[in-house]
């Protein structure tokens, strides 16, 4: 591999946001009209990988490059905003045939590619994403507002702390716009490591809540964690005990969770905008410290982003979530 700071300037120079136009962005064949980098990926992933790349076959190559993203958007909820809002988006990799990640790992194993090479394709796809959506925004005279963007980090990630730390360095942008998801199956063994990207980068963190994370590890992460997210089938529970008449545990639960986790957002993953449990949150939340947020994959994005986004279900009755709509025929 070439020294770290001639790859950096080969890189850097690679993805540009003046070059992201053109032949470096182009369609998913026979899918949607998302943007991908098959270009990028592969250098990218050739030279920061360098043998992990070279020891795939030439259809895993030819797949991995193809790999892109879909968008959840996460919208303010309480304390009750004056008008809808949008906050950010979770991103989540998607292949050219628009299946969604437990596809992608199963269609990984099939072409004997590493889980590692999987993530940091998703991982490069994801910035280029946030960089070519500033680079139509600016275009278009529009301010992009202050949002956040987030993507599960697992042990994938952390046993190559170097590349990731590489590939941070390239996308400057990920301090001020990105933070981790903190995948729930991460063990004690990585504490180390993730304080070290922390401190050393100034990564920021979302903490996936759920039960199936250790609790000593969970303890031990309250600390880092800006965002608390409740995944969708915790979401789902909470929905239950509402219906049941638990209410006001619930509220109480929160609040109580909000001051020890010194968290200034929980996110709700899998609420509908008809959700009962929004409803309820929406008319019950008076916390001010803590604002609440939700996260949906059928809900359309609220306006300025309704230009740059659209549903993927409007194409497959099956897929769900956002896909970045519009480039492809400008380009």
């Known amino acids: 591999m070439q020294n770290l700071e001639e790859l950096q300037q080969y890189i850097s120079q690679l ?12 369609a998913a064949p026979d899918c949607l009209p998302t ?22 076959s030439e259809r895993a190559q030819n797949y991995l490059k193809w790999i892109t993203v879909k968008a959840e958007s996460i919208d303010a909820l309480a304390p009750r905003p004056l008008h809808s809002k949008t906050c950010g988006f979770e991103l989540l990799s998607i292949d050219r045939d628009c299946n ?39 275009r278009d005279n529009i301010l992009m507002p202050s949002l956040t963007f987030t993507q599960n980090v697992d042990a994938n990630y952390l046993n190559y702390p170097h590349t990731l730390k590489i590939l941070l360095e390239l ?22 490591t993730i ?18 994370m250790d609790s000593n590890v969970h303890l031990q992460l309250l600390d880092l964690a800006d ?3 409740i995944d969708f089938q915790a979401t789902e529970l909470l929905e239950e005990q509402l219906i049941a008449g638990n ?18 957002v929980i996110v709700f993953e899998g609420l509908t905008e008809n959700s009962p449990l929004k409803v309820f949150l929406e008319q019950s939340w008076k916390q001010t410290s803590t604002e609440l947020y939700y996260q949906s994959r059928e809900r359309p994005p609220v306006p300025p982003w309704n230009k740059y986004f659209g549903l993927i279900q409007d194409y497959h009755d099956d897929k769900y979530g956002l896909f970045f709509k519009g480039l492809i025929n400008e380009l």
Not at 103 to 109: G, P, T, Y
């Open 35 to 56: 943007p991908c980098f098959p270009d990028i990926i592969s250098k990218v992933l050739g030279m920061v990988t360098e043998h992990e790349w070279d020891d795939l």
């Open 227 to 229: 965002w608390i997210k």
């Open 100 to 138: 969604s990640f437990g596809e992608l790992v199963a269609r990984s194993q099939e072409l004997n590619i590493p889980s590692v090479l999987l993530r940091f394709a998703s991982l490069i796809a994801t910035f280029l994403m946030m960089r070519l959506l500033r680079q139509h925004m600016k």
């Open 247 to 264: 209410g006001n545990k619930i509220i109480f639960h929160f609040e109580q969770y909000a001051r020890g986790a010194r968290s200034p």
């Open 171 to 192: 996308f400057p942008e990920y301090q001020q716009m990105f933070f981790f998801e903190i995948n729930e199956e991460i063990t004690e063994d990585y504490l180390k």
């Open 195 to 212: 304080r070290a990207l922390a401190e050393d980068l100034g990564i920021r963190f979302a903490l996936d809540d759920t039960n199936k």
């Open 15 to 26: 993805t540009d946001e003046s070059i992201l136009t053109g032949n470096t962005v182009v």
